[in-house]
C-alpha cells in the first residue's frame, strides 16, 4: 500500500492546456514537497509546504497543501513541452525522519 | 556550491556479490539520506544519516548498511545481491532534517 498516492499516474496533453497533479494520503504530515525528475538524473526540489492551506506559486505552477496537511495539488498552467517529465510528492511524516515519496506523474506536453 | 555527486554511475554485479556506492553530501549538509527507484516507480527511503549517526531507516533488510563519514559523506552498502536490487540509488543531502533536499543523479545498479 502506497502511502502517498498520485493521480493521474500519467498525463498527455497538449501543449497551452492547464493540469493538475494530486497528492493523497490518510497520514498528516509536517511538510510535503514536490519535486521534478529528469531521466538520468535525480530529482529537483520544486517547493515545500509546511501550512495547512498553504499555496505557493512558481511561475506557472501553483502548489496547494490541504488544510489537514494530508494531500495537495500542482496545478500548471498553459503547459509548455519543457514542463515534461516525472513529478514526485514526498511528505515528511511528523515525528519520523524518512521523505516518503509518491509513486509520481509522468507527464508529456505535446507541441 | 558542488551538490551531490555519486560515484559509480552505472555498475553491474552478479547475485551474490556484495557493492559499495559512494556518495559525496552538497557542502555545507550534515544529513544524509538513500533511496532506491525501482523503473517507473517513486524513490523508496532507506536510511538516514546525520552528523554520522543512523536516525531513520525504512523496510529494507539488514544487508543494505551505510555510513557517514566525519566531512559528511557516504556510503550505501548491498551484501548478498539479488535481482530485485537493480534498481537506481538515490543520495540526498540537506542542511537538517526538516529541509529540501538535494539528489545526486543516481547509480544505475543492475544485478544479472
Known amino acids: 500500500t502506497q502511502l502517498l498516492e498520485q493521480s493521474p499516474q500519467f498525463l498527455s496533453i497538449q501543449e497551452g492546456e492547464n493540469l493538475t497533479v494530486y497528492c493523497n494520503s490518510s497520514s498528516v504530515f509536517s511538510s510535503l514537497q514536490w519535486y521534478r525528475q529528469e531521466p538520468g538524473e535525480g530529482p529537483v526540489l520544486l517547493v515545500t509546504v509546511v501550512t495547512g492551506g498553504e499555496v505557493k506559486k512558481l511561475k506557472r505552477l501553483t502548489f496547494q497543501f490541504g488544510d489537514a496537511r494530508k494531500d495537495s495539488s500542482l496545478h500548471i498552467t498553459a503547459a509548455q513541452p519543457g514542463d515534461t517529465g516525472l513529478y514526485l510528492c514526498?511528505?515528511?511524516?511528523?515525528?519520523?525522519?524518512?521523505?516518503?515519496f509518491g509513486q509520481g506523474t509522468r507527464l508529456t506536453i505535446n507541441p | 556550491e558542488t551538490g551531490v555527486t555519486q560515484s559509480p554511475t552505472h555498475l553491474i554485479k552478479t547475485r551474490g556479490q556484495q557493492v559499495t556506492l559512494r556518495c559525496s553530501s552538497q557542502s555545507g549538509h550534515n544529513t544524509v539520506s538513500w533511496y532506491q527507484q525501482a523503473l517507473g516507480q517513486g524513490p523508496q527511503f532507506i536510511f538516514q544519516?546525520?552528523?554520522?549517526?543512523?536516525?531513520g531507516r525504512g523496510n529494507f533488510p539488514p544487508r543494505f548498511s551505510g555510513l557517514q563519514f566525519p566531512n559528511y559523506s557516504s556510503e550505501l552498502n548491498v551484501n548478498a545481491l539479488e535481482l530485485d536490487d537493480s534498481a537506481l540509488y538515490l543520495c540526498a543531502s540537506a542542511m537538517g532534517a526538516k529541509d529540501g533536499y538535494t539528489f545526486g543523479s543516481g547509480t544505475r545498479l543492475t544485478v544479472v
Open positions: 514526498a511528505g515528511r511524516i511528523q515525528g519520523a525522519q524518512k521523505l516518503v
Open positions: 544519516y546525520y552528523r554520522e549517526e543512523e536516525n
